[in-house]
């Protein structure tokens, strides 16, 4: 490989760090086997944990990863490692897009989530993860995308959202539209792709900027279950469908990244006039539920948690508390919980389902 580089060395646009173009070469070379050797031992952990092979269907897959959010909020290292270099040395195609807001300091929908968000980036070694994916994907676009600053406030929403979470629910919706239009990018940059491929993908995996992949992502064409889309089983709160990261069937692709907009702002897209919508995760199951996507909420096969930046280090924010401490001994990241994690009921809409229909009438 550290050969092949150097023949490509006409073909390095990176600046040399300590003014010598060959120890960039070096380095560059030394990132990739290192996150070779980490790939040995992550694949090892998760066959023993799994007590089963993988399975191997034989079949060469083309996968996408799109990642959305903000710069300033990107972890890439988990992303890398358990997806694109995962399903690489599979033999699996693997083509990343990056839809991100550059702006200088991170924001989140939901108050108090994070502090010096500007420097996780930094922390997290965004730029040496960057260059290997740019070296282990076939193809990696990059979007400097601005959503709208003043989307329009869709009353149905803004009112129907949970009253219990901090926050103007005007500021929360007008939030969360911004997210739905970042996620819809996806889907415009995806097509621009497999048009210039000439081929579509067979799977995609869209995963919020900050969500940490905790072990590889297998994909759904390897795996036994009959299912078209994949979420973590933590964090769906009113048993909704939990929104960090999602491995989906080519099939399903326009149903998820167009649907949140067009229930938005489109005659609530088609969804039953009394279907009760809390959040986003509600939004997302109502959605592929309307269009019987089979949907799996899984912890193993979709091992995702989002990370958040508290005061001096990294830490991950599982805010079902329930949820993660059941899957506690799963988790083998090496960065704590953060200490702010809350615990959390776990209702879902069935649950209450005759309360909701009794303060309707």
Known sequence: YCSGLSNRYSEITVKPLLGDQEMVLRERCLTILCSLAIFVSIEA????????????SGQKLDLLMCVTGQTQRLELKS???NFVLY????GHSVDAILILDDREVATYVNKGQGTNQN????????????ILLKDLAENVITVNFKPPQNPKVVPWYRDSLDKDKAGNNTERMQGHARQFATIERCMDEMIKLERRKGKQYHEILRIRDDGILLAPVQAIHEQNHEKDFLVNECDSWWGGVNDK???MLRHVADTYFRGFRRALYVNKGGLHPDVVIKDPETLTYSILKQA???VERSFHNMPVIPIRYNKVHPCLHGADTFCWEEHSMDIHSGIPFCKEKKHHHRLHLEDVQDEIDSARN
């Open 79 to 81: 992303k890398v490692e």
């Open 292 to 294: 019987h996507v089979k």
């Open 45 to 56: 952990a998760w066959e023993h944990s799994q007590h089963s092979s993988i399975i191997n």
């Open 87 to 90: 399903n690489r040395m599979k």
């Open 119 to 130: 420097s996780i980036s930094e922390e997290l070694d965004v730029k040496k993860y960057g």
């Open 245 to 247: 990261a999602a491995l």
